[in-house]
């Protein structure tokens, strides 16, 4: 009864957010966009939309619906499109998610080489995800996440390829940098900065600050490594990242690493893909080459 085109109108409707956008999107008339739905509507036994006003709203069961071409549709594509490049010969297309903002240096050193090895498979590096990163790889919208905080589920593998330690990043002359090792107690008089990442999930407070009941003085998010370091630098606040990157930017902005703890804060990168994907020689190889990249 459920056809992928009823499937398609659905998301395109919610995409475009009329029926008559969702028509044009489709390449169908109006009148056989809706047509369509009505009988489906016949053959469900319920409605799909309710009209208010110029507005459709989507019933409970045109949610479902909704939600079950989200899911499904991404899928879909994906096959056809491995498939028609598999019938041309071609190896496809590798798609990598990430879910580590400071990681895009390290992976420029891990596609380089790839793409040399691999001429006939393209790279696409995507960052927000309508379900997040393990929906992402679930849904097919990626084939690789690149996470340093990897959450196990059944039919997906994650593998360590990069070892590094999270530090505390200061202005070259910020009373921090000459000491060994900064305690939670050092930051409260602090402004932090991060990345717009929920607090959960960033190390500087689920292994460093909560642990000890401290926090900053205050908190400030920003997008981008680059920025985030020249406000360090200019003393406007500290931040947490990569010792490798840290010591790579250093030679270029006065900001110094400091380890975060007595003990520090020990990190890897992992790579995450579908457990089925695992004997996917073209997978296979980028990370094997993840293995081996030597940050310097």
Same mark, same amino acid.
């Given at each position: 009864?459920?056809?992928?085109?009823?499937?398609?109108?659905? $998301?395109?409707?919610?995409?475009?957010?009329?029926?008559?956008?969702?028509?044009? $999107?489709?390449?169908?008339?109006?009148?056989? =966009?809706?047509?369509?739905?009505? /009988?489906?509507?016949?053959?469900?036994? @319920?409605?799909? %939309?309710?009209?208010?006003?110029?507005?459709?709203?989507? @019933?409970?069961?045109?949610?479902?619906?909704?939600?079950?071409?989200?899911? &499904?549709?991404?899928?879909?594509?994906?096959?056809?499109?491995?498939?028609?490049?598999?019938?041309?010969?071609?190896?496809?297309?590798?798609?990598?998610?990430?879910?580590?903002?400071?990681?895009?240096? %390290?992976?420029?050193?891990?596609? #380089?080489?790839?793409?040399?090895?691999?001429p006939g498979v393209d790279v696409?590096?995507?960052?927000?995800?309508?379900?997040?990163?393990? !929906?992402? &790889?679930?849904?097919? *919208?990626?084939?690789?996440?690149?996470?340093?905080?990897?959450?196990?589920?059944?039919?997906?593998?994650?593998?360590?390829?990069? *070892?590094?330690?999270?530090?505390?990043? +200061?202005?070259?002359?910020?009373?921090?940098?000459? /000491?060994?090792?900064?305690?939670?107690?050092? &930051?409260? /008089?602090? @402004?932090?900065?991060?990345?717009? +990442?929920?607090?959960?999930?960033? *190390?500087?407070?689920?292994?460093?600050?909560?642990?000890?009941?401290?926090s900053p003085a205050r908190h400030?998010?920003?997008?981008? @490594?680059?920025?985030?370091?020249?406000?360090?630098?200019?003393?406007?606040? +500290?931040?947490?990242?990569?010792? %490798? =990157? +840290?010591? *790579?930017? #250093?030679?270029?902005?006065?900001?110094?690493?400091?380890?975060?703890?007595?003990? !520090?804060?020990? /990190?890897?990168?992992? =790579?995450g893909l579908r457990e089925r994907?695992?004997?996917?020689?073209?997978?296979?190889?980028?990370?094997?080459?993840? $293995?081996?990249?030597?940050?310097?």
């Amino acid at each position: 009864m459920i056809e992928r085109n009823h499937l398609e109108i659905l $998301r395109a409707v919610n995409q475009q957010g009329s029926l008559t956008a969702a028509a044009e $999107r489709l390449h169908l008339t109006q009148s056989a =966009l809706s047509h369509s739905v009505r /009988k489906l509507e016949q053959q469900l036994g @319920t409605d799909i %939309w309710v009209r208010e006003g110029r507005q459709l709203r989507l @019933t409970q069961s045109g949610e479902y619906l909704l939600s079950l071409a989200n899911r &499904l549709l991404p899928q879909m594509e994906h096959a056809e499109m491995l498939i028609g490049q598999f019938a041309r010969g071609q190896r496809g297309t590798l798609r990598i998610g990430m879910e580590c903002h400071p990681c895009y240096q %390290w992976l420029l050193k891990v596609v #380089g080489p790839y793409l040399e090895d691999w001429p006939g498979v393209d790279v696409d590096v995507k960052q927000k995800f309508q379900f997040g990163g393990i !929906g992402a &790889l679930f849904g097919h *919208d990626i084939d690789m996440l690149v996470t340093p905080d990897p959450l196990h589920r059944p039919g997906l593998v994650f593998e360590p390829v990069f *070892d590094y330690e999270q530090v505390l990043v +200061v202005a070259a002359d910020h009373a921090l940098a000459s /000491k060994a090792w900064a305690e939670p107690g050092d &930051l409260e /008089k602090e @402004t932090l900065i991060t990345y717009p +990442v929920e607090i959960e999930r960033l *190390d500087i407070y689920t292994s460093f600050l909560l642990p000890a009941h401290a926090s900053p003085a205050r908190h400030k998010t920003i997008e981008t @490594t680059d920025i985030m370091l020249q406000m360090v630098a200019a003393g406007r606040g +500290v931040a947490a990242l990569p010792r %490798w =990157l +840290v010591e *790579d930017y #250093g030679a270029r902005i006065p900001v110094r690493p400091v380890q975060l703890g007595e003990a !520090g804060i020990p /990190k890897q990168i992992f =790579l995450g893909l579908r457990e089925r994907d695992r004997d996917v020689d073209y997978l296979n190889s980028f990370m094997k080459l993840a $293995r081996e990249v030597r940050w310097s």
